[in-house]
């Protein structure tokens, strides 16, 4: 069982090892590592028998200096406070690593949505949506999918949002389906980055992609299209696994195909081109030469870490090697590109639903993706330079480099209020 670190304890230590690098201030770090505010809520909520159910639900708006707070909504049972508010904490540094103006925060509902009706999920979410409204809008706060979450969610916070506040401001939250204002490209934005980033830390490498051997931990919305369009880019995906386990071929198999297996069965095991059934640990450990955790945090720690063989690891998923972990593999020759480079095509393509909501003017999937493209390219770019020029041990601590003095040059430019 991996070790739990907390994870808003994560945050920090990620934070202050940055922070040695950089020439700012104590008291200004201090402030860059907790939330401005946590809202925390109980929803009372009628269920399809006529009973009342009590939800604990939260929003922590982490940093707005460089514009509007921004992040997910997750529904699990294992929400906590400390977790949502890392969560936030790393969209605000994930915003700036990728520079795009928004802050962070990150919200969740502790529940497990599989025990419920849509009507019931319906009434809980839209309830959220009436605690949220004074807190988000669209020069405010901008919610988003996250884990157990998505479109339909976010066309009942919109619908909820828009009715009291008598407009329409579709802006107020992004991952809508199209017709909703979603935009074009956001649900597989996030495994593209994913896979972009991969491709970038291969090129640094001077590694071959086409032909790599790839594992992917969890295959939901960021796994599965990180699979999909690894492979379309060449490489092998040999082993995949979600809640249920794992599955492996080490010839590799179609990534198209075990997503419409886990459709029709609930999970990708028992696939019939990946017939050899392993756990979800051996997934992580397998040799191979791209690992992408797609799942939740902490998926790796240091034990594991000691086992870990891919050459890249790109995080889909938020948090997922525990600080243990990445001390281990900082000893090692394994390149890992950080969540908060590449899972941000999430929140970039979120920003890009935000500019279409705002000028009520829509772009094509090719524009959205070449926008993109441009965009983690860039923060890549500017990742290595600083890795190099500061002569750092990681490619997370020089993400976080970039990213701080990003917030901290924006908080400067201000002033502080009072
Ligand atoms: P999702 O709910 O669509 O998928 C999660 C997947 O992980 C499921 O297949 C589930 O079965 C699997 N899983 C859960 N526990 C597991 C375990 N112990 N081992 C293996 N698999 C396990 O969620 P998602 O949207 O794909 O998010 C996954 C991760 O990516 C999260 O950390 C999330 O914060 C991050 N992320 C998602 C987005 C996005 O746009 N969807 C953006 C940025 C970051």
């Known amino acids: 069982m991996p070790e739990q670190a907390n994870p808003f304890e994560s945050l920090q230590a990620q934070i202050d090892d940055a922070a040695a690098h950089l020439d700012v201030a104590e008291d200004v770090i201090e402030r860059l590592k907790h939330p401005e505010r946590v809202l925390e809520t109980n929803l009372t909520v009628e269920m399809d028998d006529g009973s009342l159910e009590r939800f604990v639900a939260f929003r922590s708006q982490f940093n707005g200096d460089r514009g509007p707070y921004k992040g997910g909504i997750r529904y699990h049972p294992d929400v906590t406070r400390d977790e949502v508010k890392a969560l936030s904490g790393w ?95 956001r649900v597989e934005a996030t495994g593209r980055s994913t896979v972009i980033a991969a491709r970038e830390a291969f090129d640094y490498l001077g590694k071959d992609l086409e032909g790599a051997t790839v594992a992917v931990q969890g295959y939901g919305n960021a796994g599965w299209i990180s699979a999909k369009l690894i492979d379309e880019m060449g ?69 594991l870490a000691e086992d870990v063989t891919a050459d890249v690891i790109s995080e889909a998923a938020n948090g997922p090697l525990t600080p243990a972990a990445d001390r281990v593999l900082a000893e090692t020759d394994t390149i890992i590109v950080p969540d908060i480079l590449a899972n941000a095509g999430g929140v970039t393509v979120s920003y890009f639903e935000w500019v279409q909501n705002r000028q009520r003017f829509y772009w094509s999937e090719e524009k959205v993706n070449e926008e993109l493209e441009a965009i983690i390219v860039d923060a890549f770019d500017a990742l290595v330079e600083t890795y190099e020029e500061k002569d750092l041990e990681t490619f997370r601590e020089a993400a976080y480099v970039v990213a701080i003095q990003r917030v901290v040059d924006a908080y400067e430019e201000a002033g502080s209020f009072p």
């Open 235 to 303: 490489a092998t995906v040999v082993a995949a696994s979600d809640s249920s386990g794992g599955i492996y071929n080490p010839d590799g198999f179609d990534p198209v195909a075990a997503k419409q297996h886990k459709n029709e069965t609930g999970s990708v095991v028992g696939y019939d081109e990946a017939e050899e059934e392993i756990t979800n640990e051996d997934v992580l450990t397998l040799d191979v030469d791209l690992l992408i955790p797609a799942a939740l945090e902490n998926a790796v720690d240091g034990d």
């Open 91 to 185: 969209m605000t540094y994930k915003t700036a690593t990728v520079d795009i103006p928004l802050g962070g925060g990150k919200g969740g509902i502790v529940i497990d949505p599989s025990e419920y009706s849509e009507s019931e999920l319906e009434r809980v979410t839209r309830a959220f949506a009436k605690e949220l409204r004074p807190l988000i809008g669209e020069d405010r706060d901008i919610p988003a999918p996250d884990v157990n979450t998505g479109q339909r969610e976010m066309n009942w916070i919109k619908d909820t949002y828009e009715t009291l506040e008598n407009t329409t401001e579709p802006g107020v939250i992004t991952g809508k389906n199209l017709a909703s204002g979603g935009s074009e490209g």
